[in-house]
């Protein structure tokens, strides 16, 4: 039961650090530092939870999948990554880096798909925010 808790209350604080990081970056590109604010939050991810943008970039939807397969992380978690990841796209649309705010883009897609799939639930929210990147691209 201890046990169980504990993996409860580690769930819950990555989802914690997950939201701080996307209000961090949200702050910075709000301030205008694009650049700072995506170089931070990718060093941040990789540094607090080993999650590399770069890598997860170049992941196939199945390399994705069994990536966070492996860790604990929850359709939640998938989403507010994949909020990120939708913000760091259009960030990069202004900084002109077209090509890499298409990949992006979809990952923010597919991350939307595999928490679906994990949830075993199509949320109303999710395919909103799926259409919503899908228009950008």
Sequence with gaps: MEQRDLIKDQIEQLGKV???????????????????GIESTNYRLQTELDIDIHQLLNFTKEE?????ANRQHTPEH??????YLKE?????????EGGKSKMYFQKAIELLEIANENSQTMSFERMTKQAEIEKLL
């Design 18 to 36: 997950l939201a701080k990081m996307l209000s961090d970056f949200l702050g910075l590109k709000s301030e205008g530092k694009l650049s700072e």
């Design 88 to 96: 760091a796209g259009i960030a990069e649309l202004e900084l002109n």
């Design 64 to 68: 994705l999948k069994n990536f966070f």
């Design 78 to 83: 998938l989403e507010t990554l994949s909020d």
